[in-house]
Each structure stands twice: as structure tokens, then as C-alpha cells.
């Protein structure tokens, strides 16, 4: 496997990151993930931009520019060969002798690889999947991509231990988000998702479909929080992620949402985003 440490071409089995880079040792870093289809990668400059600005949150200097970070990108997946995959980016404050408050005159490091990443839709997407409903037990920046994962880690998991596909989180009584993708209902006809807030990461995945893809088809969207009974009772629920991209929930903590398969509303959504995707990459 291959990947980039600031820029240059590595042995992702034979290069060590040094111990004190603040990432392993704060988190303190940020990242993203972005999709390759057909040799080119989906959406980037959106990814970018939010890349920028959890950067800027954190006050961590922006080493790269937009076309030396799409160049990498072009690099990996021209080096990897991998047509159909996912790029992971990081960027960490740095290394320097361990301290919590920022160091000075440190240099941001950069590390980055691909992985292959199935180019068929799986059963998931096209059958959909179970949900479970957990309390959301992260942090008050969830706007930031950070390193800091450990919440959704842990609440991804509670979702695998009981059967479900994804942790759909709940704080103070409002559902927020799951714990790697943004999350929907349908009521009505009407498509509802938490507002963009300190509480749910603002997805890439999310944006497109509340600014392009709901608009075209005509489905209305309430950015509005709305509580567990009310996702409960909606017709229809999906999650939207770069990875998952549209994944109906076709169950909630064991109980049916709508009839218990996917909706008309959701199935749109999903085709009119892989429809983006074969436009935009020309698959
Ligand atoms: N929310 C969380 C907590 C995530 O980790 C992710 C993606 O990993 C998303 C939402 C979806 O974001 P995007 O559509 O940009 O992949």
C-alpha cells in the first residue's frame, strides 16, 4: 500500500510517523475522506474548503494550496492504480516534546493514502440497513473533522454489537447525526436533518443533497432539529456520507421505519446522487 507524507511517495508498511506527533498524542489534527470513481475523485474542492476551515477552527496553518492538494490526490491514485476507492487525508499540528499548549515554530505535517473501495453498490444501499438510536456522547465541536473520534468509535460500535449498520446519535432528545455519515427522515414528503450546528459535522455528502439534489426532485428540506419519536415516526430514513453515500434505514432500535423497506423518496435521492457521481467522473 501507498501513501504520501507531505507530499513525497511512501511504503505505507515501512514508514513510522515520530511519537510525538500531536496526533497520536492530542488528536490534534484534522482530516478528510474523499471518494474515487472511475480515477478521479468526487466533490474535492467541497472537501477542501471544509478541510480549510477545521484547520482554520483549530488554528493550525494551511501549508498547501487547493492545486498541490489535488495534485497529490492525482498522485496517489495514478501510483496506486486504484480506479474505484477512497483517499484519507491528515493533517496534524506537528511534532514537538509533549505539551498540551500549541508549540511554537512547528511544522504541520501531511500524511495521506488510498484504499480500493467497492464500485458496485452493496447490499446496504440497495436494500437498506438497521439503525440504532444511542445517546450522542462527543464533544460540543462536532463541526470540526478532527482526530477525535473516539465517540463515534464507540457509539459505531454499540450500533455493530446490536446488528445495526449505524449509531444513530441523540443529544438532550434531538437526534443529531450518526457516527460517520449525516442523517435524514422523510414525513410528508418533506426531507428533515438537523441544522447546521456545533453538533453534527456539516457532510459533503449532506450539502449536495440539501442544495442540489432534493431542489431538483422537488423534495422540500426542513433543516430543523426533531426529536426520537418524531424519526420514529417518519416514513422513510437515510444516512448520507462520502462512503455510505445514500444508505436507506429502513429500521430504527428494532422497530420498522414506514413499511420496513426502502421508500420512493430515499431510492430518488440515492439515483440522483449516483447520477452526480457518474456526471462528475464520467462513469
Ligand atoms: N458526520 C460525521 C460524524 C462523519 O464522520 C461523516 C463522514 O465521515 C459525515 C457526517 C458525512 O460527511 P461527508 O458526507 O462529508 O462524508
Redesign the pocket.
Known amino acids: 500500500p501507498i501513501g504520501l507524507i507531505n507530499g513525497k511517495l511512501i511504503d505505507l508498511n515501512e514508514t513510522i510517523v515520530p511519537m510525538e506527533d500531536r496526533g497520536h498524542q492530542f488528536g490534534d489534527g484534522v482530516y ?2 474523499t471518494r474515487v470513481y472511475n480515477g478521479r475523485c468526487f466533490a474535492l474542492k ?2 477542501v474548503d ?1 478541510l480549510y476551515r477545521s484547520l482554520r477552527e483549530l488554528t493550525i496553518p494551511a501549508v498547501y494550496t487547493y492545486d498541490e492538494l489535488a495534485e497529490f490526490h492525482d498522485l496517489l491514485i495514478k501510483e496506486s492504480g486504484i480506479a474505484d476507492g477512497a483517499i484519507y487525508l491528515q493533517i496534524t499540528r506537528g511534532f514537538s516534546p509533549r505539551a498540551h499548549g500549541f508549540p511554537e515554530n512547528v511544522v504541520p505535517c501531511l500524511t495521506m493514502s488510498i484504499r480500493p473501495a467497492g464500485a458496485a453498490p452493496d447490499k446496504n444501499k440497495l436494500e437498506g440497513a438497521k439503525g440504532l438510536l444511542i445517546p450522542d456522547e462527543r464533544w460540543l465541536r ?1 463541526d470540526i ?1 478532527s482526530l477525535n ?1 473516539l465517540g ?1 468509535v464507540m457509539g459505531k460500535q454499540k450500533a455493530k454489537e446490536a446488528g445495526c449498520f449505524e449509531g444513530i446519535q441523540v443529544r438532550d432528545g434531538f437526534v443529531t ?6 442523517f435524514f427522515v422523510i414525513k410528508d414528503g418533506v426531507a428533515w436533518t438537523h441544522p447546521r450546528s456545533n453538533l ?9 443533497i440539501v442544495e442540489k439534489i432534493a431542489p431538483d426532485l422537488g423534495v422540500p428540506v426542513i433543516e430543523k432539529r426533531f426529536d426520537e419519536a418524531f424519526a420514529k415516526a417518519a416514513t422513510e430514513a437515510f444516512i ?5 453515500e445514500i444508505v436507506p434505514i429502513v429500521a430504527l432500535s428494532g422497530q420498522p421505519v414506514g413499511t420496513g423497506s426502502v421508500g420512493p423518496v430515499t431510492r430518488n435521492i440515492q439515483q440522483a446522487y449516483w447520477a452526480m457521481v457518474d456526471r462528475e467522473c464520467g462513469r
Request: net charge positive.
Open positions: 478528510e475522506v467541497l472537501h471544509r462536532c473533522k473520534l463515534n447525526e450518526g457516527t460517520s455519515s449525516n453534527i459535522l456539516t457532510g459533503v455528502t449532506r450539502t449536495l448520507s456520507g462520502t462512503n455510505s
